[in-house]
């Protein structure tokens, strides 16, 4: 079973900041924290990930919670193509992704 | 660099039957890791193939069955098709070793239908 909890939807207006949340409570120390999305009837494709300290790409930015039980997506500024199946996993080295529902954010024109 | 391929991107088969899903990894990754994926679903772990030899499987039954080749690419077979094997099967290629955390690199996946 998925270590992770998510909202099964949201929705955000183009342009404006997408938050996504993720419960991750019994993630262990080495551990990390991954984001892929899934366009529809694509395969899933990284995002970012995270250990401890908030991360930001050219694509989106991970802020993680100083007890490592929480973290946040965040797209700075979303537009349609952002559309997508969201999954947050916690996981370490090379083990399998263990992928659960995530979350289906649509954006809004 | 070319990216993760899987061939064909479309099946469709009938109960009892065989088949035989094949995936190219990205350049230089030596891991190749096999999901099934039904409507509505995450992705589900069936197993991984790392230098040749499986490297760990998740809840799937024997007649899922794999293959890693010198070159990195894969099959995946599964023998004795069920309806419910009608999924999306994903590949996903990475570097085991290289990094401390686990980046993978999915394909486009082919749609299994089992009728």
């Known amino acids: 079973d998925a270590k992770t909890t998510q909202p099964p939807s949201m929705d955000c207006a183009e342009g404006r900041a997408a938050n996504l949340p993720c419960n991750h409570s019994?993630?262990?120390?080495?551990?990390?924290v991954y984001w892929y999305r899934q366009i529809h009837s694509q395969g899933p494709q990284y995002i970012i990930h995270?250990?401890?300290n908030n991360e930001t790409n050219e694509m989106a930015s991970l802020i993680i919670t100083e007890d490592r039980k929480s973290s946040t997506l965040i797209l700075p500024h979303a537009t349609l193509r952002d559309t997508a199946v969201y999954y947050c996993i916690a996981g370490s080295g090379n083990t399998p992704l263990v992928f659960g529902k995530g979350t289906r954010l649509s954006v809004i024109a | 660099e070319t990216g993760v391929t899987q061939s064909p991107t479309h099946l469709i088969k009938t109960r009892g039957q065989q088949v035989t899903l094949r995936c190219s990894s990205q350049s230089g990754h030596n891991t190749v890791s096999w999901y099934q994926q039904a409507l509505g679903q995450g992705p589900q772990f069936i197993f991984q193939y790392y230098r040749e030899e499986e490297n760990g499987r998740g809840n799937f039954p024997p007649r899922f069955s794999g293959l890693q080749f010198p070159n990195y690419s894969s099959e995946l077979n599964v023998n004795a098709l069920e309806l419910d094997d009608s999924a999306l099967y994903l590949c996903?290629?990475?570097?085991?070793?290289?990094?401390?955390?686990?980046?993978?690199?999915f394909g486009p996946g082919t749609r299994l239908t089992v009728l």
């Open positions: 995270g250990l401890k």
């Open positions: 019994t993630i262990s120390g080495n551990e990390y």
């Open positions: 996903a290629s990475s570097s085991a070793g290289e990094r401390p955390y686990n980046e993978q690199f």
